[in-house]
């Protein structure tokens, strides 16, 4: 069957396909390039430790380690390591930078440079294995660049990096080689011919496992040696000298483009079919489901309205028995009752200003993101940006909060103005910090050091608090949201509703739709978080995010139509749970990931699991409700305002 496409869904597809050139065009911001003359020193840095799949690509591990951490012994410079200055969103998001003993010099080969020589005791020898059954990898920075190993994918048979490199292997016999040796290949570029403009443009690491006997020198310096065992029965301890070796190879690359071999998309062809595939489904049923609630509502609202003119009517004699049967039923019946303030109003509230909040924040960042802002020359720019606008946007926390406070006609306003900030950012900073302590007993790199996190509540509570209370302050004094239809004294009696509008039910029914729309991108996400992947499809993303919204806010107003059919007018609760229950699915799918993909070995690698996985669908709860909360206010207003109400 041949498929035509019509013009303006080719413009749109071309668009698509534009936007990751689009972010190449933009490419990293802020960071310039650094141009060495030969011999001159090339900084080597060293981050945290952290376990990777493998080859068999099961996680056993989330713990990272510092590259230093006393039971790994590896090398340290001659007058001791020094932290390299990070920025806040590379602290938060795992790095920890340290100097090196390692000597590259721009453009000079080197073999066999000796690094230092240690001897493993039985305790370091027992740790140091067990990291490499979990296949943990050492991760370098070289002029900024991470040094990757390079590997074949195979789908499409192109070459990519992946960042970082083995501790050790694990042989099919069981018996656990350590890496002593490290090969580093270093692309360099000459600018414009000048040889003494030479950029870095690429590194690579291949380790090796060398027992060395006698000293190190040319004749010594092969590939061929027995491998290095740490032997964890032996009194004396394992001697191990550490060596390196660097080269140096012209290249074509130019720095600009240094970093699209560690972008490598895997296989984009399947992402964008089953994204293009997804927004087709998702904007067929919402076009479907707005149509047919769209004619219903004419035809409901007209209905409505002659009913009106005919009651008039019947004041002056004549009857008609028909209209009295249907004014018996219809989401106009509950006009006296749809804005009756709902229960818990204050929480309501509060959680809805932080849904404004996060709703702002998450498509900030995107749009960041796609504009090629946030690319990861720029190390932990993601991480820092997050925090910097959730910060700034606690005013529109604050004014939204306040401003449904008012409009639920709430009473304990200096409460709200409270809790809006202090709530939520306060359960996610308290379960943060208790993962936080877990890493801290495992020794891990992880663990956030004690002056970043007072950094953060510092920021929390000397910006964002007073930005939020400013906000509050804008929206009680702003005017009143006054509701279209005036509320009875009484409240209705609500009828028993069908199964499916019971609250379970429709929760889980409304929240299935949104998740099907960012399910394919939330698999990469999850594989970049949890495997140490750089995560670079920020179009898919921006897209997914889009149709996550529009799905969110189209079947949450489905269901409070219903439930106003229904006669049943407690929406507001109903559409932020429903909405909301998204998040419920974004839980199960990443115990799912945790048995399909994970095998973590040890409780504090689970607790952390579960732990972040909750964090993460907490905040989707607030954000998704939210979404679903304002799009059937806005439903609501809409509907009641066009009908006349005696
Ligand atoms: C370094 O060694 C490699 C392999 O022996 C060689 O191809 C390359 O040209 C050398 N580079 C320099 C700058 O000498």
Same mark, same amino acid.
């Given at each position: 069957m041949q498929v035509r496409k019509s013009a303006p869904a080719r413009a749109l597809l071309a668009a698509l396909l534009a936007v990751p050139q689009l972010a190449n065009a933009f490419y990293l911001p802020g960071v310039a390039p650094t141009s060495y003359k030969p011999?001159? +020193?090339?900084? *080597?840095?060293? $981050? #945290?430790?952290?376990?990777? @799949?493998?080859? &068999?690509?099961?996680?056993?591990s989330v713990i990272s380690y510092d590259y230093y951490h006393k039971l790994l012994q590896l090398c340290q410079p001659p007058s001791g390591a020094k932290p390299v200055g990070e920025s806040l969103g590379s602290i938060l998001f795992g790095d920890r930078i340290m100097t090196s003993p390692f000597e590259l010099h721009m453009k000079q080969n080197e073999t066999c440079k000796t690094l230092c020589q240690t001897r493993y005791m039985s305790g370091a020898t027992f740790f140091t294995n067990? =990291? +490499?059954? &979990? #296949?943990?990898?050492?991760?370098? *920075?070289?002029?900024?660049?991470? #040094?990757?190993? !390079?590997l074949i994918d195979e789908m499409t048979d192109t070459e990519y990096y992946q960042p970082g490199f083995l501790l050790g292997q694990e042989l099919a016999d069981g018996t656990l080689i350590f890496n002593n040796h490290y090969d580093i290949i270093i692309?360099?570029? &000459?600018? @414009? @011919? %000048?040889?003494? &403009?030479? !950029?870095v443009v690429g590194v690579r690491v291949q380790p090796e496992s060398r027992k060395y006997t006698g000293p190190i020198g040319q004749d010594t310096c092969r590939n061929d040696l027995d491998p290095v065992i740490l032997d964890e029965e032996t009194k004396e301890g394992t001697e191990v000298t550490f060596t390196y070796s660097v080269y140096w190879y012209e290249s074509p690359t130019v720095w600009a483009t240094r970093w699209d071999k560690y972008l490598h998309v895997f296989d984009p062809k399947i992402h964008w079919f089953s994204l293009i595939n997804s927004s087709f489904i998702v904007v067929f049923l919402v076009l479907t489901v707005m149509s047919i609630l769209? =004619?219903?509502?004419?035809? %409901? +609202? #007209?209905?409505? $309205? =002659?009913?009106?003119?005919?009651n008039l009517d019947d004041l002056s004699g004549t009857s008609v028995v028909e209209d009295g049967i249907q004014e018996d039923s219809g989401w106009k019946l509950v006009h006296g009752d749809v804005f009756r303030t709902p229960s818990h109003p204050l929480l309501l509230s509060v959680f809805l200003g932080n849904g404004a909040q996060l709703f702002v924040m998450t498509g900030c960042t995107i749009v960041f993101a796609l504009l090629g802002f946030l690319s990861p020359s720029n190390r932990g720019s993601l991480g820092t940006i997050m925090v910097f606008l959730y910060t700034i946007l606690g005013f529109v926390g604050g004014y939204t909060s306040s401003r449904v406070y008012k409009a639920f006609q709430g009473e304990q306003w200096k409460l709200n103005i409270i809790l809006t900030p202090l709530l939520v950012p306060g359960i996610v900073f308290g379960v943060f910090? *208790?993962?936080?302590?877990?890493l801290w007993a495992k020794e891990s790199s992880g663990a956030v050091p004690f002056t970043t996190m007072l950094v953060i509540v510092l920021i929390w509570f000397i910006i964002s608090v007073p930005l939020s209370f400013a906000g509050s302050w804008v929206g009680f004094r702003a005017p009143i949201i006054e509701s279209p239809v005036r509320t009875n004294q009484i409240p209705r009696q609500i009828p028993p509703t069908t199964t499916y509008l019971r609250p379970i039910p429709s929760m889980l029914l409304v929240g299935l739709l949104p998740f099907g729309a960012i399910f394919v991108e939330l698999f990469f996400i999850m594989s970049s978080i949890w495997f140490n992947k750089i995560y670079y499809m920020f179009g898919f993303l921006f897209l997914c995010y889009g149709l996550m919204i529009i799905t969110c806010a189209a079947v949450t107003v489905l269901m409070v139509y219903f439930l106003l059919c229904a006669e049943n007018y407690n929406w507001q609760w109903r559409a932020f749970l429903a909405a909301g229950t998204s998040a419920v699915y974004i839980f199960l799918n990443a115990l799912i990931y945790w048995?399909?993909?994970?095998?973590?070995? @040890?409780?504090?690698?689970?607790?952390?699991?579960?732990?972040?996985?909750?964090?993460?669908s907490f905040l989707f709860f607030i954000l998704t409700g939210s979404i679903g909360f304002f799009s059937s206010w806005w439903f609501v207003r809409k509907i009641y305002a066009s009908i006349k109400i005696d």
């Open positions: 011999g001159e +020193i090339v900084p *080597l840095y060293v $981050n #945290a430790i952290r376990p990777t @799949g493998g080859t &068999e690509s099961m996680l056993s067990q =990291r +490499i059954k &979990e #296949a943990v990898s050492l991760n370098w *920075l070289i002029d900024g660049l991470p #040094a990757g190993q !390079r692309d360099y570029h &000459e600018v @414009g @011919g %000048d040889p003494d &403009e030479l !950029r769209v =004619r219903a509502l004419k035809k %409901d +609202i #007209a209905r409505y $309205n =002659r009913l009106d003119q005919i910090f *208790l993962l936080d302590l877990f048995i399909t993909k994970l095998s973590l070995s @040890g409780f504090a690698g689970s607790v952390l699991y579960i732990g972040y996985s909750l964090l993460i």
